[in-house]
């Protein structure tokens, strides 16, 4: 799990660049979409893959942000291959 910290209205490019095996990625998801909205999600030609991760405006919080990859002539669910902890933290209101 790789942890990052950002502000309210924050927007982070997520880039991932292909994989050395034979996986591909699938899919991305977010546990909290009221914290970070993931939108623009594609993947290139290459198996390289994009989405834009959009955090809260004004609220504060924490969401994990999951990427699947799989392999493209096995059956069954994709598995996560990454795991980005994003905690949104508000400016100080105080001091």
Do not use: E, N
């Amino acid at each position: 799990m790789q942890p990052l910290c950002v502000r309210p209205g924050a927007v982070v490019s997520l880039v991932l660049k292909p994989r050395a095996d034979d996986r591909r990625w699938t899919a991305v998801r977010s546990s909290a979409p009221v914290f970070v909205v993931v939108s623009g999600w594609q993947v290139d030609a290459d198996g390289t893959a994009r989405a834009a991760l959009r955090c809260a405006g004004t609220r504060g919080g924490t969401a994990d942000v999951t990427v699947r990859a799989k392999a493209p002539d096995v059956a069954g669910a994709a598995r996560v291959a990454l795991t980005l902890r994003v905690d949104v933290v508000p400016y100080p209101t105080q001091g």
